[in-house]
């Protein structure tokens, strides 16, 4: 179930992307929703492109966060794990969830 999960986040997030930077033949889509968390010390992947996407996003009105966590590399273990899974609950709670 894992596996399918983040199948769907990962096409998602490509969709999401696609969208903010405006790949012909991707539409800006009003009701999408994106949440991202980044690590400031992430030596794989620059802080600076999930900013410049949330940018993209916040140009376009695309309901957008971005959640960056002190101290963190890439990929996130130990309480930084807990933290960016208790946010991607909070975030699927809060835009998702019918009320």
């Known amino acids: 179930m894992k596996w399918m999960l983040r199948s769907l986040i990962i096409i998602a997030f490509a969709l999401c992307v696609a969208q ?3 790949i012909e033949g991707v539409e ?9 968390k980044h690590g400031d010390k992430d030596e794989l992947v620059p802080l600076e492109h999930s900013e410049n996407i949330l940018a993209e996003f916040k140009k376009h009105k695309v309901t957008s966060e971005l959640l960056v966590i002190k101290g ?4 996130f273990r130990g309480e930084d794990g807990e933290l960016a899974a208790d946010s991607l609950v909070a975030w699927f709670e809060k835009h998702l969830l019918k009320k």
């Open 20 to 22: 903010a930077y405006g």
């Open 28 to 36: 800006i889509v009003p009701d999408v929703v994106y949440g991202h």
């Open 72 to 75: 963190a590399g890439h990929g």
